[in-house]
């Protein structure tokens, strides 16, 4: 009776070594970014993209995402894409939208349609493209062009978690409510911690009108 105790005791301490061991490892994997405002304010939406060299690059093949318009808006307000992919650009209300954008990485309009367009728009520069609607003037969206495929979106509490193995590595922060300009990327360089905080100084967009609101056009309701 004893020796069995002893043997069930010291199975139990294996066992708990090793849950621990993995534990430890599988917390040591694991990066946290924490992306916050000049205020403390956690931002979600920040876009994390890893710095590699050519060889670890976007790969071709990639499925056609989607920026669909509904109740005038864009949704996603924020799209995260990578070089070379393709956007399609439905039009889920019912009422007609005139999409654009003057962007440097992808200047294009999709002139009033409904429904959905005759083929999707490819996306061959990286940046950020700002999308509008020539006739609600409300509607703002963003597609964020990747040059990586290890791009990330922060969560509602401003978090993303990286794999430790990549570490160290230099990474871009950029943010559609950033005070630098929107071209812009806040570019730092992460070694081997657990946890980083990065802070990006943010303003709030004034409101704006709508041109239905203003000149109440045949096309909208």
Request: glycine share 6%; net charge positive; aromatic share 10%.
């Amino acid at each position: 009776m004893f020796e069995r105790g002893l043997q069930k005791i010291t199975k139990s301490c294996c066992f708990l070594t090793m849950s621990l061991f993995f534990g430890y490892f599988s917390d040591a994997a694991a990066l946290e970014l924490v992306v916050e405002d000049q205020h403390g304010s956690k931002l979600a939406n920040a876009v994390i993209e890893l710095h590699f060299n050519a060889e670890q690059l976007a790969k071709p093949n990639l499925p056609v995402a989607t920026m669909d318009q509904v109740h005038k808006q864009f949704l996603p307000e924020l799209l995260v894409v990578q070089k070379g992919q393709q956007v399609d650009f439905p039009n889920s209300d019912n009422i007609r939208h005139h999409v654009y954008s003057f962007s440097q990485a992808k200047p294009f309009q999709l002139k009033l349609y409904s429904g959905q367009p005759k083929a999707p728009i490819t996306f061959n520069n990286q940046g950020v493209v700002v999308l509008g609607c020539n006739i609600h003037d409300s509607m703002v969206g963003y597609i964020y062009v990747a040059g990586s495929k290890h791009v990330y979106k922060t969560n509602k509490q401003g978090k993303v978690t990286l794999p430790n193995n990549l570490l160290p590595i230099e990474l871009s922060v950029w943010h559609a409510l950033q005070t630098a300009p929107l071209e812009n990327k806040k570019i730092i360089t992460v070694s081997a911690k657990s946890k980083h905080t990065i802070t990006v100084n943010t303003s709030t967009p004034a409101p704006r009108n709508t041109f239905g609101s203003k000149f109440k056009a045949g096309n909208d309701s």
